[in-house]
Structures are given as structure tokens and as C-alpha cells.
């Protein structure tokens, strides 16, 4: 039933969305309906939490402590999105950028996005999370695209061609995964619990190559080394709180959907093939993304590239493997999603302000700006993993994690590339957010909605910051016994 | 025996689309790669009772033989681009890659099926070399239009395979992906419409706004 509402609430509000002609209703529709959603999140992970007996409905649903995690992190994400929204388009008439219509395809759009999300973390065939996959592309392609000008509709264009033919590789993994379980064992449906259950009897060979085309395919999606190139002209070009969306959960649904595989292909081959693999790419992100961080101009470009970083870190905590590197890795989901879409919202504000992306134009951000200053500086210390935030905490994790493992030589390049980012942000950050502010400029409050949108994020990552909150770690205990095989 | 012609039929005919010049004569091959696509299942089909297959079948028709081709040819005949596909590597260059892939996927299928029948293993070769030409003519084609063909392509080849080597995906399953192909060319056609009118061309090498 649970599962039910929280696909119906963002159907309803996308549907409603089209007939509201006022935007502060609008908006405040909009609000009222994440903020249900959310409250259903937080039920559905709490009552997992609990009773740890996954939600099985006629075999279509099937919501685990894996996925109710993931549906926690996106219910959160979208409910800051939809405040955060209240301010940005109504701004956005205001300065004439966009028409009352042109916010009612937006808030449409923004609701089926979420609900494609949703979807991919509920359904139990993987046929259908492959479709919900596709579907998050497509929702959030007129997303990316909003503005209709040159740099919005090349990015939006590369977006749908490069995850178009990622997905379409993972399908191909889909297809042979199906092989391998349908003509060679003769199981005669898609569905992730029933190939588990005869996960030893696959033939290991098929699997590894399949595995390999569902790592690239939703690796494409998720931001992975070398597939990432539409990610920053995706989110530097999207709307901010999109930008914050893809960033914050779209990367994460991709890596659900590489876990529920990668679980099957554990129990069938042993760990060592995904693991090393995961390992790999995961360096490979972190090096890369910190390349393009050191030498960025544009803020949502750099933000864009934080976020290639985390999912690397993600997927190295992932190639750990253990108990201890995989909570690491999805708690690192959640603190990521909340200090990246914080990050993000204040990005967004700043851009508003100075109407430019170029960080060596932005200057005295604290003067023009004083909220968002003051939470982005906060903000990019709890991004780059500085004590006592809560992104130090999954960080130290995976690393201990590493350490205990006995991969020195990964650890140590890992906190090397950590320790670059981290010189980079802080660097880059301090750069706009001290100093004076234009001579012409005059100093400006943020509206309500979305300074409370900042300090909900903050809040969430400061109850992270010491002890992982008792209610989460129930839920991640068993997820992490899903992931590994336990 | 059957399969054999029209498999080989659908290689030919993407040979074909790879070395072609001109958008119109790639749309027309597509076309007829579907149309050959529909064949196949269709044949597949016969003599089962199974109504879930007829109604795939159908769909497939519908979409990929009719609506898509349709919908391009409207694209091209409302930007009025100039005919030329916009090479980057010429035909028989194009055509070498070409016989090169499909011997990839050869060699490939070897490595999957090892040892298993000459026709599953046909079957597979096929499927994966027009799977790998579609990646191609999206890679080395610099209108928007060629690489919505050559995701199509790429498409038509994964349906092969679905249906060829593992007996078709579950029903639903396969009726949501047409829904999802469907809707995703008629968002990238809308965005090549766009493109034309901001930039006044369908170059994709040419965008390159965004860097770094």
C-alpha cells in the first residue's frame, strides 16, 4: 500500500501541476505533496527498518531494506528539490526568463522525474528497472533542455544520445543475463529475487560478460570514468534544482541497479570479479575528476565533477567490499545527496545573483549573499570530507575499510586523490566567497522557502556528523547484508 | 531454411546502411532492416499460440516498420538539411569496419555460447554485428539524424538477440522498451528540430559550446 502512494503522489502532483495557473500555488502544491512524499519515505524505511521482512506485492514490487534505503534518500532529496523550486521559478518569471506555462511543464516534468526514480527502486524485474532507467533520461531531458538556448540544448542533446547508448549496452547485459538464466537453467522470468535464488547455477562466464555490459551501461548513467562526459554540461546547464536531482539521486538509482546485478553475479562467481572491477573504475573517477577540479572556472561544472569524484568513492567503497567498505559506501550515498544538493542550491543562488557561472567573476559572495555565503563555506568544507562533517565519517569508513583489507597501494592513492579535491574546493571557494563584493551590487536575503530548503540539508548533515542515527544504521545493517551476500 | 536468408537479409541491409551517403536512402534502409526484423519474429511466431508473440510482432511493425520511418522523413523534409550524411570515415573504409565488427562479434559469440549450435551461434553473430554498426554510424555520422538511426540500429540488433537467442524478453517487459524507444526518438526528434533553429544546422560535431 505504501509502495502505492509513493508512486501515485508524484503521478497525481504531475498531473495536477498541468491545470494550477497561479505559480505560488503551484508551488506550494508542489511542497505539500514531497513533503507527504517524504513523510512516506521515512515511514516505508522506518517500518524496514523494523520488521527487516522485504515488501514482496504480486511479484512486481519488491522493496528490500536496499531499496527502501534508496527510496529514503530520494524522498529526502525531493522534497528539498520541490522548496527549493518555490523561489527559483518564481524568480525566474519574474526576470521574464521563462512564462507561468513554461513553470507548469517544469513541475510536471520535475514530479515524473521523481517518480521514474522511484519506480526503479521498487520494481523486482529487471527488465522494468532497465525501463525505469530509460525513463529517468527521458523525463529529465526537457529538464536539462529548459532554457531553450544554445549551451542548455547541446548538453541536453548529448545527455539523452551518450545515457541512450549506455543504457541500450546495459540492456544488452540484461538480455544475456536472461540468456543465461532462461535457456541454460530454464527460469522463465526477469526477476531479480527468482534469479538470486538459482544465482549457482548460472553459468559464471555468460554473467562476467554480461556484468561487464551492465557496469558500463548503467556506469554511463551513473557517472563512472570514462562514460562520464554528459555529466557536467548536463548539470551545469540543468536548472539548479535538477542539478541537484541528478547529481544527488539520478547517479544513485544507476547504482542500485548495478548492486542488484552485481548481487547476483557475487553469489554466482564470488566477489572478486565485480569488486575488482568496481576498485578499478572507482580510481579511475577519482583521479580524473580531480584533474578537471584543480583547472575549473564554471562553479556548476565543478560541483558536476565533485559529483564523479563521490560516485568514484561510492563504487571504491563498493570494491572493498566487507561489511564495513559497503556501509561506508551507502551511507556515502546519503551524505553525498544531502552536502551535494546543499552545495548545489547555493551554487544556484549565487549564479542568480551574479548571473554568471565563472568563478573568477563571482567575488564576496558573504557580502552580496550572507545565508547562502555562510552555509555554501560551511557547505564546501563538509563536501571536500573535513572533520567533523558527515562526509568525514563515511570517508574514514572506506578507508579503514581498505586498510583493515590490506590495500595499501589503493588506499593510499585514494586518500591522495581525496587530499587534491579537498586543496581544490577549498581553494576555489574561498576564492568567491571572501573578498568584496561588486562596488554596484546591493546585499540580498534568499526568500523563506529555500533558506529553509538549506538548513533542512544542513540539519540532516550535522545528525550525521558523530553517530550514524540508531534508526538508519537498522536499515543500512541489513542492506548491507543483501549487498554481500549475508 | 528459414532464419538463415533473412538474418543474412538484415546483415546485408545494415552493410548497407553503414556505407550509405545520403539521409533519405538510410531511412529507407532502415525501414527495410524492420521490415526483415518483422519477418524473423513474425516466422518465429507461426505455429505457436501464443497471442503475447503476435501482439509484439504487431508493435513491431507498427513502430518501426511505419511511425518511426515516418516520423524521420517529416524531420528531414520540415529542416530541409542538405542530403549529405556528414562522414567522418568514408564508405569503404566504413565497409571494412563494418566486415571488422562483424567478425569481432564472431569471435565474441564463440567466447559466450562456446561449443552450441550453428544456428543459436548464427543467430548471435547477427544480432551483435548490427548491435556494433549501430554504435558505429552513431560514432562516425555527424548529423543528429544518423545517430538517432544508429540508436535505432543499435535497438533493431538487441531486439534480434531478445528474440533469437533467449526466446524473446517476458511480454511486459518488451511492450514497456518499444514504449521506451518510441518515446525517446520523438524526444530526440524534437531536440534535432531545436538544434536546427538555435545553431541553423544538425552538425554534431559542431556543437561545442560547452568544454572542460
Not at chain 1, 512564462?99 to 519506480?119: D, E, G, I, Q, R
Request: with cysteine; net charge positive.
Amino acid at each position: 500500500m505504501l509502495v502505492f502512494l509513493i508512486l501515485l503522489i508524484p503521478f497525481i502532483l504531475a498531473l495536477v501541476s498541468w491545470f494550477i495557473n497561479k505559480v505560488s500555488l503551484l508551488s506550494a502544491v508542489n511542497i505539500l505533496g514531497h513533503f507527504f512524499l517524504g513523510c512516506l519515505g521515512l515511514t516505508l524505511a522506518y517500518g524496514l527498518a523494523n520488521t527487516r521482512i522485504p515488501l514482496d506485492m504480486h511479484n512486481f514490487f519488491y522493496v528490500d531494506a536496499l531499496s527502501g534505503f534508496f527510496i529514503f534518500v530520494i524522498s529526502i532529496i525531493n522534497f528539498a528539490a520541490a522548496l527549493y523550486s518555490k523561489e527559483y521559478i518564481e524568480k525566474d518569471i519574474e526576470d521574464g526568463h521563462i512564462l507561468v506555462k513554461k513553470a507548469k511543464v517544469y513541475y510536471s516534468l520535475f514530479n515524473l522525474f521523481s517518480f521514474t526514480m522511484f519506480f526503479v527502486t521498487v520494481v523486482n524485474n529487471l527488465g522494468f528497472v532497465w525501463v525505469g532507467i530509460e525513463m529517468t533520461t527521458l523525463a529529465s531531458a526537457f529538464l536539462v533542455g529548459f532554457y531553450n538556448d544554445k549551451p542548455s540544448v547541446e548538453a541536453a542533446w548529448k545527455y539523452i544520445i551518450i545515457c541512450s547508448v549506455g543504457i541500450a549496452l546495459a540492456l544488452l547485459g540484461t538480455i544475456l543475463f536472461y540468456y543465461a538464466a532462461h535457456i541454460q537453467v530454464g527460469l522463465k522470468s526477469l526477476n531479480w529475487t527468482d534469479m538470486l535464488a538459482i544465482a549457482d547455477k548460472l553459468d559464471p562466464k555468460v554473467l562476467k560478460i554480461a556484468f561487464l555490459f551492465i557496469l558500463v551501461g548503467y556506469g554511463t548513467k551513473a557517472g563512472i570514468v570514462p562514460m562520464h562526459t554528459w555529466l557536467p554540461d548536463a548539470h551545469s546547464q540543468a536548472l539548479t534544482p535538477v542539478s541537484a536531482l541528478l547529481s544527488g539521486v539520478l547517479l544513485k538509482t544507476a547504482i542500485y541497479a548495478i548492486l542488484r546485478f552485481a548481487i547476483i553475479v557475487n553469489k554466482s562467481c564470488g566477489s572478486g570479479f565485480v569488486t575488482g572491477l568496481l576498485l578499478f573504475f572507482g580510481l579511475l573517477s577519482l583521479a580524473v575528476s580531480a584533474a578537471f577540479i584543480l583547472v575549473q572556472k564554471d562553479i556548476k561544472r565543478l560541483l558536476a565533477y565533485s559529483s564523479i569524484e563521490h560516485i568514484g568513492i561510492i563504487c571504491f567503497g563498493l570494491g572493498i567490499f566487507g561489511p564495513l567498505g559497503v556501509y561506508g559506501a551507502l551511507l556515502h550515498v546519503f551524505n553525498h545527496a544531502m552536502t551535494k544538493s546543499l552545495m548545489f542550491f547555493g551554487a544556484g543562488s549565487i549564479v542568480k545573483k551574479y548571473k554568471t557561472h565563472n568563478m573568477h567573476i563571482i567575488r564576496g559572495v558573504l557580502q552580496a549573499l550572507p545565508f547562502t555565503g555562510f552555509f555554501v563555506i560551511l557547505g564546501v568544507f563538509a563536501l571536500a570530507g573535513s572533520v567533523p562533517f558527515s562526509i568525514f565519517m563515511s570517508e574514514m569508513m572506506i578507508v579503514t575499510a581498505a586498510f583493515l583489507k590490506g590495500s595499501y597501494t589503493a588506499s593510499v592513492l585514494f586518500l591522495l586523490f581525496i587530499a587534491i579535491i579537498f586543496a581544490a574546493l577549498i581553494h576555489h571557494f574561498s576564492k568567491i566567497i571572501f573578498g568584496r563584493k561588486p562596488e554596484n551590487m546591493a546585499k540580498s536575503n534568499e526568500s523563506v522557502s529555500s533558506k529553509i530548503a538549506i538548513l533542512f540539508l544542513f540539519i540532516l548533515i550535522c545528525i550525521m556528523c558523530f553517530k550514524v542515527p540508531h534508526f538508519l544504521d537498522r536499515l543500512l545493517n541489513p542492506a548491507v547484508a543483501i549487498v554481500i551476500g549475508a | 531454411m528459414y532464419p538463415g536468408i533473412l538474418l543474412f537479409t538484415i546483415l546485408i541491409v545494415t552493410f548497407a546502411m553503414a556505407t550509405a551517403k545520403r539521409i533519405t536512402a538510410l531511412i529507407s534502409a532502415f525501414r527495410l532492416q524492420s521490415f526483415f526484423l518483422f519477418l524473423v519474429t513474425f516466422y518465429m511466431s507461426l505455429g505457436s499460440q501464443n497471442v503475447e508473440l503476435y501482439v509484439v510482432c504487431a508493435m513491431l511493425f507498427l513502430l518501426k516498420v511505419i511511425l518511426v520511418p515516418v516520423f524521420l522523413r517529416s524531420i528531414v523534409r520540415k529542416i530541409k538539411i542538405e542530403e549529405g550524411l556528414g562522414l567522418l570515415v568514408n564508405p569503404l573504409l566504413s565497409l571494412l569496419i563494418a566486415l571488422f565488427l562483424t567478425y569481432l562479434a564472431y569471435k565474441f559469440s564463440g567466447l559466450i555460447l562456446g561449443s552450441k549450435s550453428s544456428t543459436l551461434s548464427s543467430n548471435f553473430v547477427v544480432s551483435l554485428a548490427v548491435t556494433m554498426l549501430g554504435v558505429f554510424m552513431m560514432a562516425c555520422r555527424m548529423k543528429a539524424i544518423s545517430q538517432i538511426i544508429g540508436l535505432l540500429v543499435m535497438e533493431n540488433g538487441l531486439f534480434l538477440l531478445a528474440a533469437t537467442v533467449s526466446e524473446g524478453m517476458p511480454f511486459f517487459v518488451e511492450i514497456a522498451i518499444f514504449f521506451d524507444v518510441f518515446v525517446c526518438v520523438v524526444i530526440l526528434g524534437i531536440f534535432v528540430y531545436r538544434i536546427n533553429r538555435l545553431f541553423t544546422h544538425i552538425d554534431v560535431n559542431k556543437l561545442s559550446e560547452l568544454k572542460g
